[in-house]
């Protein structure tokens, strides 16, 4: 890691469900082989998706002192996704950036799906706060949770506070096997996230990276298609819609100034005209 | 149904083939893991479904731990039947009931998960759904077993009412439309015809209670059985 330069890494898997220590040391050993400055895994990948019941008994109370895996230490940076078991006792659905073995920084999940295949809203509490932090590279950064990224408006608050590199964490479903996507993916569906991805970091002139997981759970496949995308929208690295997989970027400040300059969207961009009509109409007046 | 769209959609099926059968096999692996079984137990009724499901489920669990167990004919159905004190003068009901508990025996000396080959189309709008623990193909239409084995099976009566509307493919659609699209049933069912419409409502709401009680259906598409809810 460089004062401007961040070598991100994205590791793709398939998590046990409910097998904490043995998915940590998978996270650490993949770190350690990586040659990356940080490592971004899928969502929950510490404790597997489908918690259901179990989310409060396999959560860590990040607040009152709970400690992360031990296989976590001496660890490059790592983004593990975790159920962090709040001081209320409500269990979080949580991405959280793993520093020396310690919490470096939290995001809740914010929007939990609970409609048609999902029912996060059943098992866990709902975060509230979008921010932004350094997480190496000299650059600012956020994290969001899956559905947290079909929210716009959350990339919005992500972007406004000035940040180089939205990383994702998420265990999509894969659907739409019968046409597949493109590309020869194996389903459908990663045609959106990439759409979305890229449509993100060309807006906003910013690098996004997505962790989705693999593997199986219940009757469930969840459809991978990682991917690291630059500021210009292009992709710079995909992993594939089936396996475990390690894909790499060298992500720098020079090169989002690069994707910014041709354009003044950032620049031009208002927050105060937003909070402002925001208000009007969140207060019904015109 | 979108008019004039394609079911199932027009793709490489060879390709399509091997994504499904994939996702199936992956799921069926995961499914006898979870379980601790020692494979799977298929209830072979000859069908093109229950070639496709052998295949997929060996893909993903090993030839060696997919068992087919084939129908009884007659005799043995009559044979059985007798032994448990149910005597029938028309056995042909009771196949279907004989083959699962063959099944059933099969699976619990082998300490296997039974698999039914089913598609979709039967279990939506041909109840009761069959009560075994996975439905390796409950997420693929039969008009889509067609396009990959050449044909589909399901109950006489999904037959004749496939046939009065011009083909499983255009009953599929329609159904694919409604329930997946969620385009409204008077727009895209009753189009097949007032008494095929009628019959599509009944089945589908006499398949209410089965479907809450669907066993592991891999996810293909946007409204699977057991895993999306469904009404």
């Known amino acids: 890691m460089s004062s401007s330069t961040l070598r991100l890494a994205v590791y793709q898997f398939a998590p046990e469900l409910g097998r904490v220590e043995e998915n940590a040391r998978r996270i650490a050993d993949a770190a350690a082989s990586s040659g990356a400055d940080l490592v971004l895994t899928p969502e929950l990948s510490l404790t597997g998706y489908d918690v259901g019941d179990d989310a409060a008994s396999l959560g860590i109370s990040l607040d009152a002192g709970g400690v992360l895996p031990n296989a976590l230490r001496g660890s490059p940076d790592v983004v593990v996704g975790l159920v962090d078991l709040g001081l209320d006792g409500v269990p979080y659905n949580a991405a959280v950036h793993v520093r020396d073995g310690a919490v470096f920084f939290r995001h809740r999940k914010v929007y939990l799906p609970t409609y048609g295949m999902f029912d996060e809203g059943r098992f866990f509490g709902r975060g509230a706060r979008v921010e932004a932090y350094d997480p190496g590279g000299g650059g600012r950064g956020a994290l969001l949770i899956c559905e947290d990224f079909w929210h716009p408006a959350l990339t919005y608050l992500a972007a406004i506070q000035g940040v180089h590199l939205l990383m994702i964490q998420a265990a999509a479903a894969g659907r739409g096997a019968w046409t597949g996507g493109a590309e020869g993916a194996r389903f459908r569906t990663s045609e959106v996230w990439t759409r979305i991805a890229r449509t993100t970091a060309h807006i906003y002139g910013i690098y996004v990276a997505l962790a989705n997981r693999v593997g199986a759970e219940g009757g469930v496949v969840f459809g991978g298609d990682s991917l690291i995308v630059a500021p210009t929208g292009d992709v710079l690295a995909r992993a594939p819609s089936e396996g475990e997989a390690v894909i790499r970027a060298e992500l720098s400040l020079a090169e989002v100034a690069r994707a910014r300059r041709p354009f003044a969207h950032t620049r031009d961009e208002d927050p105060r005209l937003v909070h402002r009509m925001l208000t009007e109409i969140l207060e019904g007046r015109p | ?231």
């Open chain 2, 1 to 231: 149904m979108s008019a004039g769209v394609e079911f199932p959609p027009a793709t490489d099926l060879r390709a399509a083939g091997a994504r499904v059968g994939g996702v199936v096999a992956e799921v069926v692996r995961q499914a006898v893991r979870d379980a601790g079984a020692a494979g799977v137990v298929l209830l072979d009724d000859g069908t093109p479904e229950a070639s496709l499901a052998g295949e997929w489920c060996a893909l993903g669990g090993g030839g060696d731990a997919v068992w087919r167990v084939p129908r009884p004919g007659p005799e043995e159905a009559r044979s059985c039947l007798a032994a448990f004190g149910a005597e029938a003068e028309e056995i042909a009901s009771s196949l279907e009931e004989a083959h699962r508990f063959r099944c059933r025996l099969v699976a619990a000396a082998r300490g296997a998960l039974v698999a039914h080959p089913a598609n979709k189309t039967v279990l939506l709008i041909a109840p009761p759904v069959p009560p075994e623990p996975l439905l390796p193909l409950g997420d693929l239409y039969a008009s889509q077993v067609a396009a990959l084995a050449g044909t589909w099976t399901g109950p006489p009566a999904l037959q004749r009412l496939a046939n009065a509307v011009g083909g499983i493919a255009v009953l599929d659609a329609a159904l694919h439309a409604w329930l997946e699209e969620r385009r409204p049933f008077e727009a895209v069912v009753e189009s097949l015809g007032p008494e095929a419409a009628a019959e599509v409502r009944r089945a589908f709401e006499a398949g209410r209670f089965w479907r809450r009680r669907a066993g592991l259906v891999p996810k293909l598409g946007s409204r699977t059985l057991g895993i999306d809810l469904f009404g």
